[in-house]
């Protein structure tokens, strides 16, 4: 079973933007609400962003006007765009996809974002 594939992150210092990747199977990506999530070390896993297959965004109240969740079905891609970046976005950032249709759940492997101040 295909799951998802993240890249983007790195070292930034506050301020500073990235921009993380989620590469999705086909199988999934059309039917499925994408979100981000982020973990910081000794936190518990928290959800960042999600968009919904039409395009309808949500944010976590700390991430508006922040961060930017968007997709594209035909590359199969979705993206987090983060600006204005504080240290205290210091996490492992996980792309997940659930399908509206089938219930089927995938992670990808986590990327690093690491802002120092």
């Known amino acids: 079973q295909a799951q998802l594939v993240e890249s983007g992150g790195g070292l930034v210092q506050a301020g500073g933007s990235l921009r993380l990747s989620c590469e999705a199977p086909a199988i999934i990506i059309f039917s499925a609400n994408m979100r981000w999530y982020r973990q910081a070390p000794g936190k518990q896993r928290e959800l960042v962003a999600s968009?919904?297959?039409?395009?309808?965004?949500s944010y976590q109240d700390a991430m508006k006007g922040r961060f930017t969740i968007s997709r594209d079905n035909v590359k199969k891609m979705v993206y987090l765009q983060m600006n204005s970046l504080k240290p205290e976005d210091t996490a492992v950032y996980y792309c997940n996809a659930k399908s509206l249709m089938s219930g089927d759940e995938r992670w990808g492997q986590g990327t690093q974002v690491t802002v120092s101040s």
């Open positions: 968009i919904t297959p039409r395009g309808i965004t």
